[in-house]
């Protein structure tokens, strides 16, 4: 299959090349061309995308441990793995602990993005280059780099946010392990979550926010509407669809969220925070219960399928529209 | 934000105090990361930190360079992002130039898998991706790694060519035809050389997505230890470092140089892009 998927592109460049030679001009379109441009890439997302997902599906389905990995022949389970799953009160606080948890960072990320956004529509041009340059670099920076430098700032020797809140009074925070709490933990991840969504959504509003014909608000002015209500009456109702799109898009981002948590918690302490991808990864590779694990996948997609439906409704509105 | 708007000097004072806040706070993790990878370890160890450094040093930076393995990640994650660059730029470009410039059934259903296949969870695939790799003898192989990232960046960049190609008039390609170049030509002649901005943003928006990568390379790569990439690599920073912040922060500062470099060299194509109306939509 490798050798498919690597060598499909390069063996079907030429030979589309060669029947366009065929049809001099290509004014007249041959019915197979497109198709055998797009032919590639259908071939690598049957195999690599649709396949996957349907192979969850399929896996979610059998009964499927360590020893059908490794000999094969999972044996048709029916509903039981969703039964064990969905009767399992774990799971129900997984999948609560993950609502609250795209919840909390989600209103974080867009409230203070669009603080941020309408923030740098009023800045001098020398400043509203520095706070953009600093988004950029929040946002350019790798997730994994972000994570150890959080588990360095936060650790109990040494940190430095230990150090400003000892020196800030708070002397209880001395050699403080913040990841041994549960709360903290939970906290310490949503700031970092916050911290590397907020550049991409505030520099998106920031964009849609600049094109809101200035006159709007000039008549506003003219009214005597104040900030907030110009914010509520222009540039709300305006940008809707895009404070939308960036809803729905981080809504997923989060909810999907998994290598922050992996890497700095692990899920932990105990179940502290554990969200549902988290969960699915635990299952199987700890447990070995590839079934168990996929069932929660497939919750997972459902529930983030919601959410891309509140997206492609968008997405299809703006391609009608252009 | 109210006394934003009256646009008094308080005003204007909390808005700059305010604009200044947000910068420190963005930039502050990255500040931390790079001054702790200079700093002397007696500083980093000091019981009072310095926010600006006495003295420079470059021994993390030693550190972090002769750590088992290093330069065996780098070489792992080079081949890997670009390996799934170069491809997903060849097999998009053909959609993409299929989508843009040709008109045929399924053009529609074959978008709206496109934006579909973009917004993949693809942390929801774990498991079957696991199967996969394992049914077909693929585990714990860069070739697989590969495969996986190409098609999480194929549709990013179809989309993205997609609206580079649609900025180049499609009358030049056709005057060239009359000129007597076939379609290939044409396209290899007049598209290919406008084209060079939209391939080089999507490659490099690609390869910082294949370059960051860490669920898939965590799991699809386990016996040889040999075989990870660098995300992987950092992400265990402590079975190497211990609790040599030092040399992890260096690590970390060296992880991420390409990518900052990749967004320098954006920042002019993209601005570009834009004022060329290629990025709209």
């Known amino acids: ?322 | 934000m109210t006394s934003g708007m009256t646009g008094g000097m308080t005003g204007r004072l909390a808005r700059n105090l305010l604009a200044l806040l947000v910068f420190a706070v963005s930039v502050f993790p990255v500040y931390w990361m790079v001054l702790t990878a200079f700093k002397p370890t007696r500083e980093i160890q000091a019981e009072t930190p310095t926010f600006w450094p006495s003295a420079l040093t470059l021994e993390h930076f030693a550190a972090a360079v002769r750590a088992q393995g290093f330069w065996s990640f780098w070489r792992n994650s080079l081949l890997v992002a670009g390996g799934a660059v170069l491809l997903s730029l060849v097999v998009a470009l053909l959609a993409a130039y299929a989508v843009a410039r040709l008109r045929w059934r399924g053009r529609r259903g074959f978008l709206l898998m496109v934006f579909i296949a973009q917004m993949t969870p693809w942390e929801a695939l774990l498991i079957p991706m696991y199967v996969i790799a394992r049914d077909t003898g693929m585990l714990d192989t860069l070739a697989m790694l590969t495969l996986v990232y190409f098609m999480i960046t194929l549709p990013f960049a179809i989309v993205t060519l997609r609206n580079f190609l649609a900025a180049v008039p499609a009358e030049l390609e056709e005057a060239a035809q009359v000129d007597g170049c076939d379609r290939p030509e044409a396209f290899r002649r007049v598209v290919l050389p406008l084209l060079a901005p939209g391939l080089l943003t999507t490659s490099l928006l690609g390869f910082i997505t294949a370059w960051n990568e860490f669920a898939f390379a965590n799991l699809l790569i386990i016996k040889d230890q040999d075989d990870r990439t660098l995300p992987v690599w950092l992400s265990s920073f402590s079975n190497t470092f211990g609790t040599d912040w030092g040399a992890t922060m260096a690590a970390s500062t060296l992880f991420m140089l390409p990518v900052l470099a990749i967004f320098l060299v954006l920042q002019r194509n993209v601005t570009a892009g834009i004022a060329g109306g290629a990025l709209k939509g």
């Open chain 1, 1 to 322: 299959m490798r050798g498919g998927g690597l060598a499909a592109p390069p063996a079907r460049r030429p030979r589309g090349g060669g029947r366009a030679v065929a049809a001099p001009g290509g004014r007249r379109r041959r019915a197979f061309w497109p198709y055998l441009l797009v032919a590639p890439t259908l071939l690598a997302t049957a195999y690599l995308l649709a396949y996957p997902l349907l192979r969850n599906v399929v896996i979610s389905f059998q009964h499927f441990g360590m020893g059908e990995l490794i000999r094969g022949g999972a044996g048709f389970a029916g509903f039981a793995n969703y039964a064990t799953v969905l009767a399992d009160p774990q799971f129900w606080s997984v999948a609560r602990r993950t609502l609250l948890f795209t919840a909390v960072n989600v209103v974080l990320i867009v409230v203070l993005s669009t603080v941020v956004a309408l923030l740098v529509v009023r800045l001098a041009r020398v400043l509203r280059l520095v706070v953009l340059g600093g988004l950029v670099l929040t946002w350019a920076t790798p997730m994994i780099a972000a994570t150890t430098v959080f588990q360095w700032m936060f650790s109990s020797q040494l940190g430095v946010v230990n150090w400003v809140l000892v020196e800030l009074g708070f002397d209880g925070f001395r050699g403080h392990t913040w990841f041994a709490d549960g709360p903290q933990t939970f906290a310490i991840l949503v700031l970092l979550i916050v911290w590397q969504s907020v550049p991409f959504a505030a520099l998106t509003l920031y964009a849609a926010m600049t094109t809101v014909p200035h006159e709007l608000y000039e008549a506003a002015r003219i009214d005597g509407a104040g900030a907030v209500r110009s914010f509520r009456s222009i540039t709300f109702p305006v940008l809707r669809p895009m404070f939308g799109l960036v809803t729905c898009l981080e809504v997923i981002w989060v909810g999907k969220a998994f290598v922050q948590i992996w890497v700095i918690s692990g899920g932990g302490p105990g179940q502290a925070t554990t969200t549902l991808p988290v969960y699915a990864y635990q299952i199987a590779q700890s447990l070995h219960r590839y079934d168990l694990g996929a069932v929660v996948s497939v919750v997972t997609v459902l529930l983030l399928v919601l959410a891309l439906l509140f997206y492609f409704r968008h997405i299809f509105r703006e391609e009608a529209a252009a």
